[in-house]
C-alpha cells in the first residue's frame, strides 16, 4: 500500500468520524430540547399546585360569572396572582419552552375561564396606568385557545375513557 492510498483512506475515515459526530451531536441537540420542554411542563405543573395559586383562583372563580367581583384588596392580590402566572405561561408558550398542546391539555380551560373573569380588571389597569401590554401574552393565549375551540373540546375523561395510560 503506498502513501496515497493511506492518506485517502484516512482522508476517507476522518470524513465518517467527522460526519458521525455531527449526526450524535443533532440527536443529542434534540434530546437536550425535549427534556427542556419535559422539564418546562413539570415546572408548569408544579406552579399550578401551590397554594397560593389555588386559594387565588378559588377566591376569583367562586362568584357566579354574572356576577361582577367584589373588588377589594384580597381579590385584587389573587387576580393579579394569576394574571401574572398566565402571563409567564403566555409568553413561555409563545416562546416555545412549553408545547402550547401540553398547556392546552394541562389549564387551557382555566386560562380562558380566568380571562374572561380578569379581561375587565386588566383592561381597566391598561387604562389606568397607561400599560397597553399589561398582562399581554395571558390575552394572547386565552385569545388562541378560544380561536381553537378549547371549552366546547371534548373532555378528556371522555375522549379517552376506553384507553389506558400512555
Known amino acids: 500500500m503506498n502513501w496515497e492510498a493511506v492518506?485517502?483512506?484516512s482522508t476517507a475515515f476522518t470524513g465518517a468520524v467527522i460526519l458521525v459526530t455531527a449526526m450524535v451531536g443533532i440527536v443529542q441537540l434534540r434530546q437536550l430540547r425535549e427534556q427542556r420542554r419535559d422539564s418546562a411542563a413539570i415546572e408548569l405543573m408544579r406552579s399550578l399546585q401551590d397554594t397560593t395559586f389555588a386559594r387565588s383562583f378559588r377566591m376569583v372563580l367562586a362568584p357566579p360569572a354574572s356576577e361582577p367581583l367584589a373588588r377589594n384588596a384580597d381579590l385584587e392580590e389573587a387576580e393579579m396572582i394569576l394574571a401574572f402566572r398566565f402571563e409567564t405561561l403566555g409568553l413561555l408558550v409563545y416562546r416555545g419552552a412549553i408545547s402550547f398542546d401540553?398547556?392546552?391539555?394541562?389549564?387551557?380551560g382555566a386560562v380562558i375561564?380566568?380571562?374572561k373573569r380578569?379581561?375587565?380588571p386588566i383592561c381597566d389597569t391598561?387604562?389606568?396606568k397607561e400599560w397597553p401590554g399589561y398582562c399581554e401574552w395571558?390575552?394572547?393565549l386565552a385569545e388562541h385557545l378560544d380561536e381553537r375551540g378549547r371549552l366546547?373540546?371534548?373532555p378528556a375523561y371522555i375522549r379517552l375513557k376506553n384507553r389506558a395510560g400512555a
Open 118 to 120: 380578569l379581561e375587565k
Open 138 to 140: 395571558f390575552q394572547w
Open 126 to 128: 391598561r387604562t389606568e
Open 113 to 115: 375561564t380566568m380571562w
Open 152 to 154: 366546547q373540546q371534548v
Open 7 to 9: 492518506t485517502a483512506l
Open 102 to 108: 401540553v398547556m392546552e391539555e394541562l389549564v387551557g
